[in-house]
């Protein structure tokens, strides 16, 4: 019987699935029929394909052959994109196929960690249509970034970490932290939900409940976790060492050194991280609040009445704690974040808080089809053995509804204008190529801040001045994290670039010290997104 009962649900789950292709292949559609389906707005997504590419073909892991680059930015998605290409033999083709893929699998997980908050069968349902319709998930499968990885990694390691605050695994379990030692292949900074874990077990080891284990308990455990996560880190590590000489480098961008504390003395460098996290906490919540859920009015008013529910009925509900997390995803990992930026900056801010995205979305569903219950219980108005009232068919339906459709007006919403966004950037970089092939720039030297486009379309080489695929660039990062004019206009002099190709205009000033430049392109009141495109010429050299 049970054995019937799991291919029935499997069989329910078809229809979920095949609402997510469909979403997939509209939005895809619509991206073909404006010509873009193969046009990424992220820079990064271009660097991505290009190390895959070079990794499969000269095993290689750098944007150009015989390039190695530092392993701190999705190693780890890199590398599975390389893999899946040599069976596909395409790398964008291979991005869609891996997006869906975890797409499928975050869906999954989803819906069994609803059936853990509320088993009511039409809930789980809910929360997967809702993640799908809504903002988020489909977005991220299609943006070739590892967002959809991170995603599926982060809400597994949840689910493992709620398992264990219920007593149905060990608190803190170690495969939670192995999950998390997966996603730090994408980012180091993943690091910060295992913390978040801790902070959250702790707290409710000091409720006073039974079974609840001892908090020195759930800190040894932690500190366990720790190590097991250390362990999956130790390759990029050591490759780090090997290619820059550091485990883990600064990137221009970075406000401090971690090795400040040896060199500035520790009452300095704690002045100095304090003063910036307190600033950076405004700034973490602000990324908090892009979580595709909160984009839209009724999302962001549904979780926070999720979230309240949540926390009142965990007190009399044992079964609701572990969900108490929603809370201090919102209180606890913006502070986290702020604590961690002076040493790591914002790159990867977005991606972290975006990963809990699929877990928000149980939260803002929860809030939507518990709260009539919550209501019922709280007039004494429940009769036993009776089914749902009409009342409850239509707040589900009128709520559910509202949240449903404009979940997925928000997502339509998204779509036409990242759209509008791809036609325009590939206007300019189609502008771009048109003038590097008129005035032969194929064989010089770029200074870029966004080199995967120029590599993966025209195989230049490249000074890139974010620090990733150009080592020699980290070597001239000051005290503050900036670049030192000085000391690049040194490091320009030797490589000698033909090129300048700049899209952020706070790098213009460490391209003023080079010889005579022949602009080629500009941003202007008509194109305020254009680059910054010069043509270099070095007294002597033709």
Known sequence: ?????????????????????????????????????????????????????????????????????????????????????????????????????????TMLVIMRMSRKLFPFLPFGYFAAALLILAPGLVGNALSGTSASMAACLITLATLLHMDGIKGTRSVLPLTAASVIGIAVWLRIEFIMIWALFIVHAMVLSAIPHENRPLTGAVLLRGINGFLIISLFALPLFAWNMWIAGTPWPRLPGVPMAIDAWGSDGSSAAF????????????????????????????????????????????????????????????????????????????????????????????????????????????????????????????????????????????????????????????????????????????????????????????????????????TDILSHVDDGGRLDPDETNTLFKRRMPGTVLLWNPEWHHLVGGLPEQTTLLRPDDEYPHRPLMTMVTWPGVL
């Open 271 to 470: 002045s100095g991280m304090a003063g910036l996290a307190g600033t950076g906490w405004f700034e973490a919540l602000d990324r908090l609040g892009d979580i595709p859920v909160f984009n839209f009015l009724p999302g962001l008013l549904f979780t926070a009445m999720g979230i309240a529910l949540i926390l009142v009925l965990s007190y009399y509900e044992r079964e609701n704690r572990p969900f108490t997390l929603a809370v201090f995803v919102v209180l606890v990992l913006p502070v986290l974040y702020a604590i961690a930026y002076p040493y790591v900056g914002w790159f990867s801010a977005d991606l972290v808080m975006q990963s809990v995205h699929p877990f928000m979305v149980i939260v803002a569903a929860y809030g939507v089809v518990r709260l009539p219950f919550a209501l019922e219980k709280l007039f004494h108005a429940w009769r036993p053995r009776r089914t749902a009232a009409c009342g409850f068919r239509i707040w589900w339906g009128v709520a559910g509804g509202i949240l449903l459709i404009t979940g997925l007006l928000q997502s339509v919403r998204d779509n036409r204008e990242d759209i509008h966004e791809l036609l325009s950037v590939e206007n300019t970089r189609g502008e771009i190529s048109s003038i590097m092939a008129r005035e032969v720039l194929f064989r010089d030297t770029v200074v870029t801040d966004e080199p995967g486009w120029p590599v993966y379309r025209h195989g230049v080489r490249v000074i890139d001045l974010s620090g990733q695929f150009s």
């Open 1 to 105: 019987m049970i054995h019937r009962w799991r291919y029935y649900r499997l069989f329910l789950m078809l229809p979920l699935a095949l609402l997510l292709v469909l979403m997939m292949s509209l939005m895809t559609m619509s991206r073909r029929n404006a010509e873009v389906s193969r046009v990424y707005l992220d820079d990064t997504v271009y660097a991505h394909l290009a190390v895959a590419d070079n990794l499969l073909d000269n095993l290689t892991y750098g944007i150009r052959p015989g390039e190695h680059s530092v392993a701190g930015f999705d190693p780890g998605w890199r590398i599975l994109l390389a893999l899946t290409s040599g069976v596909t033999g395409d790398s964008i083709v291979s991005a869609y196929l891996l997006g869906m893929i975890f797409s499928i699998i």
